[in-house]
């Protein structure tokens, strides 16, 4: 009768077999994932920078969650300076391309 407590060969190399399989899809993904930021940043940094100005606002609303936990009536609102809601004005249509591209529409 064959140990039960130590894995079979071929399910070991069956295993070893599927982690890797995992391993090159998760290299192949990070590469295309990285080719396409860096395309994207080529083509409009403007637009990358105001994306990443917008995702912090939303970011540190996030943070104050609490504060609206504890009073629901204010809600959850973010807000810019007006220098920035100009700059971001100024590059919106890039922004919305960009979203765009990350299935977003806007």
Known sequence: MPDQTKPQTSEVSKLKGALITVAK?????ATDALKFLSGVEKKSPA???????????????LGDV??????PAQGFSVSFDAATAADLKG???DV?????TLGIKL
């Open 25 to 29: 899809d998760v290299d192949i993904a």
């Open 47 to 61: 637009a990358v920078a105001a994306f990443g100005v917008v995702l912090g606002a939303v970011a540190k609303g």
């Open 66 to 71: 609490q504060t609206v936990a504890t009073n």
């Open 91 to 93: 590059v919106w249509t």
């Open 96 to 100: 919305v391309a960009l979203a765009a």
